[in-house]
């Protein structure tokens, strides 16, 4: 067996990330802001509700639970939209550093960070300009 010499330049090399400390890091940067967008969105806003209610004239039991999943509701909407503008740049940044798209994507579904292509909600991922 022949001694193959490396032809990678050092700093090329020291570029390349592996899959999963892109998938590490896109948890960090992608997933955990999400839930503390929900928790803490969703929390304000039934803490709100929860004070608030006593004010307010009369309601049927069913609208204290209904008003109770308006801030669910927006925290998701919020974590949401943080996910669909988050995703793109993470991806981009994985890619960028040497991460392999195939496997990049195919782990980011199995740790849910991603959605699995063609499904409508990856299609709700924000647009990068080229």
Same mark, same amino acid.
């Given at each position: 067996?022949?001694?193959?010499?490396?032809?990678?330049?050092?700093?090329?090399?020291?570029?390349?990330?592996?899959?999963?400390?892109?998938?590490?890091?896109?948890?960090? =940067? =992608?997933?955990?802001? =999400?839930?503390?967008?929900?928790?803490?969105?969703?929390?304000?806003?039934?803490?709100?509700?929860?004070?608030?209610?006593?004010?307010?004239?009369?309601?049927?039991?069913?609208?204290?639970?209904?008003?109770?999943?308006?801030?669910?509701?927006?925290?998701?909407?919020?974590?949401?939209?943080?996910?669909?503008?988050?995703?793109?740049?993470?991806?981009?940044?994985?890619?960028?550093?040497?991460?392999?798209?195939?496997?990049?994507?195919?782990?980011? =579904?199995?740790?849910?960070?991603?959605?699995?292509?063609?499904?409508?909600?990856?299609?709700?991922?924000?647009?990068?300009?080229?």
């Amino acid at each position: 067996m022949k001694n193959i010499p490396n032809t990678q330049l050092p700093s090329e090399s020291s570029t390349n990330i592996g899959v999963g400390k892109a998938i590490l890091i896109g948890q960090l =940067v =992608v997933n955990i802001p =999400v839930f503390i967008i929900i928790l803490s969105v969703s929390g304000i806003g039934i803490l709100v509700t929860l004070v608030s209610f006593p004010m307010i004239p009369p309601l049927p039991k069913w609208a204290f639970f209904l008003v109770l999943i308006i801030p669910v509701i927006i925290g998701t909407a919020a974590g949401w939209l943080w996910w669909s503008f988050s995703v793109p740049h993470w991806r981009r940044w994985a890619l960028q550093n040497g991460a392999p798209e195939d496997k990049l994507q195919k782990w980011a =579904v199995i740790t849910g960070l991603v959605w699995p292509k063609g499904w409508i909600f990856e299609k709700t991922e924000f647009k990068l300009k080229e």
